[in-house]
């Protein structure tokens, strides 16, 4: 699920989910306890409209409350109690829901709608954040912008709830929430690709790790970590200039990046030959 809202750190109340169980956002004047009872009756193997109406017929405020919920089987859920602040509503779509409450307009919720079903191609992380600036096209949140969030889980079912997190990211105060979170968005996949990169330079496979984070490096060409690691993979790979010359280049940028390696290097935990050492480490006339 994504969500913006003018509230101060959105995400740490309206965003639940559970790899392989299903999602719940719960708005408006949020009962909290929506997000894990609805996931643990999904858990249980009911589906998002059972769980929505089971909590619903024991909630006395329920028409205040605004809450969505989708399940691992696509089935999906919403409420809009009578007594929300307008303009509030939602839609339903295949397999999600977009809703808002206090809106500058009643067409906020469906512009989200029709976004997300033209972006299907995109990656749901992706769709998720179009939608959110679909909704900001048509006015927002009537008090303005503050906060912002985005949670999305994996289909497969895990040992431990807190596992299965595909992507977790929050803006909790910020001036232009929805452009941040889609910039994090592009750096979280470039670090995903890190991630891949790191796992391959360990088990020594360079030229894998090497692909890796020069995927990354397209994502975010800006991160001087990223480079860094390019370099490395570049040297372990037999490409000495290219390597020397590209870690050169990040300790003029940061000097603190020559210190790692350099302690990396006496940890033992990666090993150069003595004239590769030289040459990164040699005074520049």
């Not at 290219?242 to 302690?263: P, S």
């Amino acid at each position: 699920m994504a969500v913006q809202s003018h509230y101060f750190s959105v995400g740490s109340v309206v965003t639940w989910a559970r790899a392989g169980v299903g999602a719940v956002a719960t708005q408006a004047m949020v009962d909290m306890r929506y997000g894990p009872l609805g996931l643990d009756l999904m858990s249980a193997g009911k589906s998002a409209p059972e769980a929505l109406e089971s909590l619903l017929g024991s909630d006395p405020k329920r028409e205040t409350r605004q809450v969505a919920m989708v399940d691992s089987r696509g089935g999906v859920a919403a409420h809009t109690g009578s007594k929300c602040l307008p303009h509030a509503g939602h839609a339903l779509g295949r397999g999600f829901s977009c809703q808002g409450n206090i809106m500058r307009s009643p067409r906020v919720w469906r512009s989200m709608k029709r976004r997300f079903e033209e972006n299907e191609s995109a990656p749901l992380p992706e769709r998720m954040v179009s939608a959110l600036e679909a909704a900001e096209e048509e006015g927002g949140d009537m008090r303005g912008k503050q906060s912002a969030a985005i949670l999305v889980v994996g289909k497969d079912t895990k040992p431990a709830y807190w596992d299965g997190k595909v992507v977790e990211l929050r803006i909790e105060d910020h001036p232009e929430p929805v452009p941040e979170l889609k910039r994090l968005l592009r750096y979280q996949r470039g670090y995903d690709w890190v991630s891949r990169g790191d796992d391959l330079l360990t088990s020594e496979n360079y030229g894998g790790a090497l692909a890796a984070y020069r995927r990354g490096l397209a994502i975010v060409p800006e991160v001087l970590e990223l480079r860094y690691w390019v370099g490395l993979s570049l040297l372990k790979s037999g490409r000495r200039k290219e390597g020397i010359e590209m870690l050169r280049n990040v300790f003029d940028q940061e000097r603190a990046w020559a210190g790692l390696l350099k302690a990396t290097l006496r940890q033992k935990s990666i090993s150069l030959s003595p004239s590769v050492i030289r040459a990164l480490f040699e005074t520049r006339n």
